[in-house]
């Protein structure tokens, strides 16, 4: 079944503790990125790869790192999580980077204490 | 920067009202994407808008795409109550995808 996979789904830590959101999709697509779903704010763009080894900042991208080392994985790493982060975040991948329809994974909810 | 403005922001319907959202760019645009988000779940894609001027249909959803591609609209007839969600337009700008603050749709049943 082609489908993008978040890890984990839920969590909760603590100010400073550095963590990895796990990506992964099995459609071959060569674009993908990261979301972040605040009430109000809709979807915004935190970080985007255009092909392995490519990334590039989004709208909203302090904070936060990615990187591309396969085609199919895009892990999002806090090095330093702070309350303003706690979100929903949406990982998504796309064919090409224009154009084409993005499908998302079922998405990370993060609380930062 | 780019700008992505969708209105309204929540909307309340009666079943079997219609819903409209907008959408409106800053700039003109190569194509729009449409997304729907059912509460707790995550967006799936609807639609995608290229040429001026262009009218899709699916059952009760009609989505059009201005003659400037500068603008677009969703309109649902009759709305049911499996229509509950939010639903976001999406603008490629560059190499980024970008979209609006979403439409979220309840309906009275």
């Known amino acids: 079944e082609a489908q993008v996979t978040q890890n984990p789904r839920y969590l909760i830590t603590v100010t400073g503790k550095k963590l990895t959101v796990t990506c992964s999709q099995n459609?071959?697509?060569?674009?993908m990125s990261w979301y972040r779903q605040d009430p109000g704010l809709g979807l915004r763009q935190i970080y985007y790869s255009m092909n392995v080894e490519v990334t590039d900042k989004g709208d909203v991208p302090e904070g936060y790192k990615v990187s591309r080392k396969e085609k199919r994985n895009f892990p999002l790493i806090l090095e330093s999580p702070s309350p303003n982060q706690t979100s929903l975040y949406f990982c998504?991948?796309?064919?090409?980077?224009?154009?084409?329809?993005?499908?998302f994974g079922q998405g990370t909810r993060l609380t930062v204490v | 920067g780019q700008q992505v403005m969708q209105i309204p922001q929540y909307q309340h319907v009666q079943e079997g009202e219609d819903f409209t959202t907008y959408c409106n760019s800053s700039?003109?645009?190569?194509?729009i994407q449409w997304y729907k988000q059912r509460p707790g779940g995550h967006p799936v894609f609807l639609i995608q808008l290229v040429k001026s001027g262009e009218v899709k249909k699916q059952k009760r959803l009609t989505f059009q795409f201005g003659e400037a591609k500068k603008n677009s609209s969703l309109h649902i007839t009759a709305t049911q109550t499996t229509d509950v969600g939010t639903y976001f337009c999406?603008?490629?700008?560059?190499?980024?995808?970008?979209f609006g603050a979403g439409t979220i749709l309840r309906v009275k049943s």
């Open positions: 700039t003109t645009l190569s194509n």
């Open positions: 459609m071959n697509h060569e674009y």
């Open positions: 998504a991948s796309s064919f090409s980077r224009l154009g084409t329809e993005a499908f």
């Open positions: 999406a603008m490629e700008y560059g190499n980024k995808l970008v």
